[in-house]
């Protein structure tokens, strides 16, 4: 583990860590008020790229993705996002080659609740002895004693939620997971789950091209709850030639990817984006982004643009 702390690293003149860009996103804190709470820099990383096409299967070059992974930690990464249905297993079998015995700082998070027939194919299933096989295989597959955050992936409309909320209160109650999270709700369905299990962060689809999270967003800012943006860099047409992207990425220098994320960062201080790669050269630009300031007039035209 690296035996230097944020107070104690090299900084550049503008106050940004030097070697470790993503600890510039800054922190935020998983379960703040409860004994299981953890801090992680706000710019993680997603592991669902570190898979075949279709998400399934194992990679074509799975030293690259070990590489990827360790890259990450190296660039100052300490949330790591994966699920058991990314390959089904695949990727959760990466993190642990790579990174185990874990540094002391990294919080893994996974999920459970998507099934897996073949490539792009995704069927919820939330029946309570499912969700709990799942998380069990997901420790001895992560080589984890207990699960940092562990997310419903998706709610199962054929099963009571009440039930699928309550098999989460209790694997909290046993000890196998720290904090639970959603993913892919709306705000009725979050606060249906808040009377059955706390609930820490929520992980919606959302980006400079698709705000229909807002909402959500919203409502995890006034709660306190963090919020995990998945497909995070899409910034389609924004990013074209005379572009609110285009423009800001002539102005500073940065690269559009740079951009979406930042502006995410910005957006929000309980943002958590997690962008994801099979490239080490795209985790170095990724974790970079943590470092871009955008001002004032940036962030109107970006928020103008994309709403």
């Known amino acids: 583990m690296d035996d230097t702390d944020d107070s104690r690293e090299a900084t550049d003149t503008g106050g940004r860590s030097r070697g470790r860009p993503a600890r510039s996103s800054g922190t935020y804190t998983l379960g703040a008020g409860t004994p299981a ?18 998400v399934w299967d194992e990679p074509a070059d799975r030293a690259a993705c070990i590489q990827v992974l360790r890259k990450a930690v190296e660039m100052g990464v300490d949330f790591i996002d994966t699920a058991d249905s990314y390959g089904p297993e695949v990727s959760e079998r990466l993190i642990r080659e790579a990174l185990h015995p874990y540094p002391e700082d990294l919080v893994i998070a996974t999920k459970a609740g998507l099934t897996r027939q073949g490539p792009g194919q ?58 639970v999270g ?49 497909y995070p860099i899409a910034s389609g047409r924004l990013a074209a030639p005379g572009g609110p992207v285009d423009d800001v990425v002539r102005a500073t220098g940065a690269t559009p990817s740079q951009v979406a994320l930042a502006w995410l960062l910005h957006k929000s201080p309980v943002m958590l984006p997690i962008p994801g790669t099979k490239s080490v050269a795209h985790v170095e630009e990724n974790c970079e982004a943590a470092t871009l300031v955008l001002t004032d007039a940036h962030m109107a035209a970006l928020d103008a643009a994309s709403a």
């Not at 562990?150 to 997971?177: C, M, N, T, Y």
């Open 37 to 54: 709470a953890r801090s992680v820099h706000r710019l993680g990383f997603g592991a669902m790229q570190l898979t075949g096409p279709g």
């Open 122 to 179: 995704w069927l919820p299933v939330g029946r309570p002895e499912y969700l709990r096989q799942q998380c069990e295989l997901s420790l001895r597959r992560l080589g984890l004693e207990r699960i940092d955050l562990f997310q419903l992936h998706r709610i199962d409309p054929s099963v009571p939620s009440a039930e699928q909320f309550g098999l989460l209160a209790d694997l909290v109650a046993e000890g196998k997971v720290a904090q």
């Open 182 to 230: 959603l993913s892919q709700v709306g705000v009725g369905e979050l606060a249906e789950a808040q009377t059955v299990v706390p609930v820490a962060t929520v992980q919606n689809l959302f980006n400079l091209t698709d705000r229909s999270s807002e909402d959500v967003l919203e409502r995890c800012q006034a709660e306190g709850l963090g919020f995990i943006p998945w």
